[in-house]
């Protein structure tokens, strides 16, 4: 297992040069220690025009040699949802640390064996899920396990953009690309539901699927002993994107996007009041001085979103596929 001084730089590797790894490369850059040392794809020349942007300083044109390069120390993965777990797996069994982009995996099994292989090779692993790394996120979750908002009873979060138009074999409307918007962006008010009210007792969903079985739109509905979590995601119209956090003794508002928020509006005992809380950068900044402080800690999975609690997501995601008749073709 590669280890670090606390004083010397972390170099970065990145496989799949798309648009995600163009706003973490820019983040990158902006983050004390960190040094973009390679970029990978299938395409070089889409590499080199990466690289060439970012300031990469080696380029790559498979991924074998990315992950056999004796420079690099942590693997960034960020293709479509169905490559995860082979180009994760295969950084770690060269030796090299991970952050794989959310989810993890497409399905338990998958993110298992990802979390098996970590453990054999004693490398660091993490689920990229940005939102649990956010100022305002890191507070509103400190709040109410402190009890600002009393006991939590209510829970709403949706995301939804409109996506019918893109092309049949993009990654959000190829079924064989594991599209859909559960995994890609449902994802989240599902995290915001775990993180602050931890595994349902109940899950009602439902899903609208396309001829194709590509899934457009889903509802989903946790119950837990004294508080339900309404949740939205879909790929057919645009949506607010905002939260709303309930409980006894007041209220958070989560700004749209939410899961980017620069901040929140609290409502407790009725006083109200804006707080802001900024993101650095695009937001990535936060997740990579995690991984940083794992990596010179020795750590092999973060506190914040351990191995376990990517464990759990993909569980849940797993049950709502299930309930409301999601399936790939792949699988």
């Not at 648009?19 to 490369?25: G, M």
């Not at 409109?162 to 959000?172: E, H, K, P, T, V």
């Not at 699927?209 to 949740?231: C, H, I």
Request: charged content about 25%.
């Amino acid at each position: 297992m590669i280890t670090f001084s606390r004083m010397e730089d972390i170099k970065w590797g990145i496989v799949g040069p798309g648009k995600i790894a163009a706003k973490f490369a820019q983040d990158l850059n902006l983050v004390k220690g960190a040094t973009i040392e390679a970029v990978a794809s299938r395409n070089v020349e889409r590499a080199q025009s990466f690289a060439s942007e970012h300031g990469a300083n080696q380029v790559f044109g498979s991924y074998e040699e990315l992950f056999a390069s004796d420079t690099v120390d942590v693997i960034y993965v960020a293709t479509p949802h169905v490559f995860h777990k082979d180009l994760t797996i295969r950084a770690m069994q060269s030796g090299k640390h991970v952050l794989c982009e959310k989810p993890m995996g497409v399905n338990s099994a998958e993110v298992h064996e990802m979390l098996q292989v970590a453990g054999e090779n004693q490398v660091f692993l993490m689920e990229a899920l940005w939102s649990r790394f956010h100022p305002t996120i890191i507070e509103i979750k400190k709040k109410i396990d402190k009890g600002v908002l009393g006991k939590i009873h209510y829970i709403n979060a949706d995301f939804a953009f409109y996506a019918m138009d893109r092309d049949a074999g993009s990654r959000l409307l190829d079924p064989h690309l594991a599209g859909g918007s559960l995994l890609d962006i449902g994802i989240y008010p599902v995290f915001l539901a775990y993180v602050l009210l931890g595994m349902p007792k109940h899950i009602t969903a439902n899903a609208e699927l396309r001829d194709n079985g590509l899934e457009t739109q889903v509802a989903m509905l946790f119950e837990y002993d004294n508080a339900r979590a309404v949740l939205y995601s879909g790929l057919t119209h645009n949506s607010r994107m905002s939260a709303e956090i309930a409980g006894d003794k007041g209220n958070f508002y989560l700004d749209p996007r939410w899961h980017e928020a620069n901040g929140y509006e609290q409502l407790v005992e009725g006083k109200g009041e804006k707080i802001d809380l900024p993101k650095h950068g695009n937001g990535y900044t936060h997740e990579i001085e995690e991984v940083h402080t794992c990596l010179k800690q020795g750590k092999t999975e973060s506190a914040l979103w351990s191995h376990q609690d990517s464990k759990n997501l993909i569980a849940l995601l797993d049950k709502i596929r299930n309930l409301s008749g999601i399936h790939f073709p792949f699988e």
